[in-house]
T-cell receptor, first 109, second 113 residues
């Protein structure tokens, strides 16, 4: 099925570093969402974006909805060990979500 | 308050068996979604309901897959004559009326042997 292109696929960083990941699509989306998934659990919603150009923060997380409506990025500042997990972007049109392949983040204490 | 719950959390089925997976959405959430997540991949849409109406079932991979939500709350995803390629995590999500934010349950991991 259709999926978004998410990069990088994985990251291994030192605690305290900043992280950036992004998501691109050939299709326009009206809403972008970012989720985090821990092993054996369902995705947890981090940030939702509703307008092109919108920049939204949630604690150490910042996400932007691209002007073209075909991309989004997520930044995590000052990473901590509990940031470890898989991060997914998702674009929404007509109800359903289309997900990226995920970015696996590992944080070295 | 309670989140989305799913049962069972794990299911092992022999090839050819039928299975039924249950989802209890968050109270008051009228929209309910089913997704399939293969190992190492992002979730893929299967179907969605608004109240009891199934508005989109375009993601169901074959006519062996069937979903229902007869009273507009609990939903069941049924897979008939399971095949090995059906092995995956099945995720359920729900959302409030007018909201685009979907909240996920923990999933059911189905293994077909």
């Amino acid at each position: 099925g259709q999926q978004l292109n998410q990069s990088p696929q994985s990251m291994f960083i030192q605690e305290g570093e900043d992280v950036s990941m992004n998501c691109t699509s050939s299709s326009i989306f009206n809403t972008w969402l970012w989720y985090k998934q821990d092993p054996g659990e369902g995705p947890v919603l981090l940030i939702a974006l509703y307008k092109a150009g919108e920049l939204t923060s949630n604690g150490r997380l910042t996400a932007q909805f691209g002007i073209t409506r075909k991309d989004s990025f997520l930044n995590i500042s000052a990473s901590i060990p509990s940031d470890v997990g898989i991060y997914f972007c998702a674009g929404r049109n007509t109800g359903k979500l289309i997900f990226g392949q995920g970015t696996t983040l590992q944080v070295k204490p | 308050g309670a989140g989305v719950s799913q049962s069972p959390r794990y299911k092992v089925a022999k090839r050819g068996q039928d299975v039924a997976l249950r989802c209890d959405p968050i109270s008051g959430h009228v929209s309910l979604f089913w997704y399939q997540q293969a190992l190492g991949q992002g979730p893929e849409f299967l179907t969605y309901f608004q109240n009891e109406a199934q508005l989109d079932k375009s993601g169901l991979p074959s006519d062996r897959f069937f979903a229902e939500r007869p009273e507009g709350s609990v939903s069941t995803l049924k897979i008939q004559r399971t095949q090995q390629e059906d092995s995956a995590v099945y995720l359920c999500a729900s959302s409030l009326p007018g909201s685009y934010e979907q909240y996920f349950g923990p999933g059911t991991r189905l293994t077909v042997t």
